[in-house]
């Protein structure tokens, strides 16, 4: 049976509670133990898949093709252990799945209330999977005291009372601020965020304090005292140059041995953080430097992009090489010439989106990636856009678009090279789709396969013929266009197994001009950073020495 860590937070959101349980579960697998992570987020959407990227940055896809926290990445980067749909729970379908049930009459006509009803559905969701791995990591969003993250907490105790004794552990991650004109570390908030936890029946084992400098031993024998903690079960996470160096700044803090004594594990295993020394080395220790310009549409909040922005790193460290990657509004270049901004940066990637707006921008970006032989690479909308470009630019089809755009606004005289997909096959089965569905989960998503053409680029670059990607996207590149476009240079290298679906484009002659529709940072970790985006960051280095 499975051991229980729940991770929660006070204070204030943000503090890093994902990282800190990826990163515990990076030393626990250093050690030989196998884990699993999960997310359980308390507010009423369903899941991520229809909020804004501004409202709460990307969303994270699974193989299976849940849309889920971008956390959910954390976990994947740091573990190597592929999310399902089953590590990502929402309070929103919490409700859903109660609500179900009760319309089918399986409560037998009982009120249905919140507890026990909705607890119930969420200790079975904890439960599922039980023996699988040596450690459950359950990360619970929000902050302690919020009115919407109470069934959750409450959820959490019962199932820790029900569990067998030293079967769970509670960590408790909270901030340790710094006031300049004291010079002092002040605990209280620490001190208030436990007495709101214990309010509610938990108790912290482990306190995990987000600070900007070490705590003193003082300030940490206070903690352990008034939180009624270990004094060694309090670690301190210091803000860090890259969150590659949580393992092992977790490591010197020990605590993966806190949660062993908590577990009262011993002898507990060595640990061997090869993989993690060899990380950091290559993160401090670069031998080159790019600047990569990401045009994008939601570039004032960087978590929009955040597997994009990890996985350049990670094809940075994979070449020994600092990525310095600039976030660009789409929009300046549809009232501004895109050389004056482009011209100094060595590669330039267009990732996904939703919407018409900033478009434009993006097609620019990609024309002066391909006339000025800059290395390009076009993630899903990035891809379409450069596909629009190359119709409009070299086959001569001036109205080329996307249905996307014009469906919207009843425009006639655009050409779709864009269309809306309205039906495809995964294994076996059939999925149809119309532009009047419900948004949420009505997309193409999670893994599908690819079959690449023989002596592409894209093809020696992966140093393979079949592949398998995640997708999450409504429209695809027109296959009738297919021959046009290839007269013109543009290599369709990667299609769907039936041959419909067009999965990548390159050109022909150019240093390095990819799209894929498919979001290839979701599978990019940094100990086996994404072929294409190593090869990505490789091109780049290329164009800088010819500089």
Not at 32 to 49: Q, W
Not at 335 to 341: A, D, F, G, M, V
Not at 495 to 509: F, H, M, N, Q, R
Request: charged share 25%; glycine share 8%.
């Amino acid at each position: 049976m499975s051991r229980y860590i729940f991770v929660t937070g006070g204070v204030v959101s943000s503090l890093g509670k994902g990282l800190t349980a990826a990163a515990l579960g990076a030393l626990l697998q250093a050690r030989g133990f196998t884990v699993r992570l999960r997310k359980l987020d308390p507010y009423l959407n369903v899941d991520p898949g229809t909020m804004s990227p501004f409202e709460h940055g990307e969303v994270f896809v699974t193989d299976d093709g849940a849309e889920t926290d971008l956390d959910l990445g954390h976990y994947e980067r740091f573990t190597g252990v592929s999310a399902t749909s089953t590590d990502s729970v929402s309070c929103g379908k919490i409700y859903s799945k109660v609500l179900e049930k009760e319309r089918r009459g399986d409560y037998l006509g009982k009120t249905i209330q919140v507890i026990p009803h909705v607890t119930n559905e969420i200790k079975d969701f904890l439960a599922l999977g039980d023996n699988e791995v040596d450690f459950m990591l359950c990360e619970i969003g929000g902050t302690v005291g919020d009115i919407e993250g109470l069934p959750f907490f409450e959820a959490i105790r019962q199932f820790s009372h029900e569990r067998a004794e030293k079967q769970c552990i509670f960590i408790h991650l909270t901030l340790l601020p710094y006031i300049a004109a004291s010079g002092e570390l002040k605990t209280k908030p620490t001190q208030h965020s436990v007495k709101e936890l214990r309010s509610i029946g938990l108790s912290p084992d482990i306190l995990v304090c987000r600070t900007d400098r070490d705590i003193p031993q003082k300030e940490r024998e206070k903690l352990a005292l008034f939180c009624n903690v270990r004094k060694e079960s309090v670690i301190a996470a210091p803000d860090l140059e890259s969150i590659y160096e949580a393992p092992l700044c977790y490591m010197r803090e020990k605590l993966d041995q806190a949660v062993l004594d908590a577990f009262q594990i011993s002898p507990a295993p060595s640990p061997n953080l090869q993989i993690w020394e060899d990380v950091a080395d290559r993160i401090n220790n670069p031998e080159g430097e790019v600047h990569i310009a990401i045009v994008g549409k939601y570039t004032q909040l960087e978590d929009a992009y955040k597997s994009i922005a990890e996985a350049l790193t990670h094809g940075g460290m994979a070449n020994r090489t600092r990525v310095i990657s600039t976030w660009i509004d789409a929009e300046i270049f549809e009232r501004k010439n895109p050389t004056e901004l482009l011209q100094k940066f060595n590669a330039i990637l267009v990732p996904g989106g939703f919407g018409e707006r900033g478009t434009e921008g993006k097609i620019l970006a990609a024309h002066f990636a391909r006339t000025k032989n800059v290395p390009y690479l076009g993630i899903c909308l990035g891809m379409q856009m450069a596909v629009i470009e190359a119709a409009r630019n070299l086959v001569g089809i001036s109205s080329a678009g996307s249905e996307e755009f014009f469906e919207q606004n009843t425009d006639k005289g655009v050409t779709p090279v864009i269309y809306h997909l309205k039906e495809w096959y995964k294994d076996r089965k059939k999925f149809v789709r119309s532009s009047q569905d419900h948004k949420g989960g009505s997309m193409r998503l999670g893994a599908y396969k690819a079959d690449l053409v023989l002596n592409s680029k894209v093809q020696q670059i992966y140093q393979a013929t079949e592949i398998s990607e995640r997708h999450r996207h409504r429209y695809e590149v027109n296959i009738k266009y297919k021959a046009d476009l290839e007269k013109c240079g543009m290599v369709f290298s990667g299609v769907s197994p039936d041959g419909k679906l067009p999965e990548i484009v390159e050109l022909k002659d150019h240093p390095w001009y990819i799209g894929v529709q498919f979001h290839p940072e979701l599978k990019s970790k940094p100990f086996e950073p994404h072929p294409i985006f190593k090869d990505f960051v490789k091109a780049a280095l290329d164009q800088s020495r010819l500089v």
